[in-house]
């Protein structure tokens, strides 16, 4: 495999690696959203750094689908606060490059962990949202679902108006399955194999994330990591990006030369 040294081999070499590709997969973190001024997870102005929330409780305690069914106010308390980061933001430069680049390739699939719904708001059409979305509610009780646009006109914790019990976000909380519905979208489109997989903005920390990337790069198949810091990946991916999502995704989507 070929390598690269300084950032313009390295755009060079992506560009390179999706010319001669046909199936490309995104996986994406937190970390193509920070753009957009939501805050990560882990790291830095993390949302996950303070030992314990104001409930006293670990952050994931508070997020977990136990608390949801056991104190509902709770879970919700934390959630709003997600869902008020997003509120007002818009998908960045990186989310409207995978979505321009969708048409350009024969099969474009983005593996998302964020539940901003970003990537659907920039146009992207094949999107695995892993984790769900913040704006999809379902009842806990019955089969009553709703989609909002924000939080702000619901009552907390907002209930069912069929049966009055408690609406949840349609999100994968702390200690919950992922839906298998999406899973098995996953290893389909797993299955069918990508020609270069790109890993963007994630601590990649749930196996079915860092898998695929590790799995490509086993292979043989081209990887390329973007994250200004270094990921549970970042030793194993053919290019190395340590720039921001945006700028990077810009300067490459300058050098591909796809009709
Ligand atoms: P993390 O917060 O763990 O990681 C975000 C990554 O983005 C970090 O590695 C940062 O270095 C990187 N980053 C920050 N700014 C960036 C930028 N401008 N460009 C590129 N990268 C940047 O977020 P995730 O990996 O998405 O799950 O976290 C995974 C999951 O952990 C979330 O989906 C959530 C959480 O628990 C659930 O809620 C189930």
Redesign the pocket.
Known sequence: MKTAETYQQKIKLTADYLNASNNVLFI?????S??SGLP????IG???NDDLTEDNMPI?EA?SGYMMSLKPDITWKYISKIEEACRGASYNR?HAIIAEMEPHFERLFVLT???DGFHNDAGSVNVIDI?GNIRDLQCTNCFFRLTVADYSELSMPPKCPDCSSVLRPD????GEFLQPEKTSALYTELEKGFDVVFS???????PY?SGPVLEASKMGIPTIE????D?EISSMVTVKFS????TVMEDIWQAVKKD
Do not use: C, D, M
């Open positions: 994406t973190g937190a970390g193509i920070a753009e990560t997870y882990r790291g993390g949302l996950y994931e997020l990186a962990q964020n539940v984790h999100v994968v909380l702390f963007i903005g994630t601590s990649s920390v749930f994330i973007i994250n200004p810091a990921s720039e921001k999502a945006g």
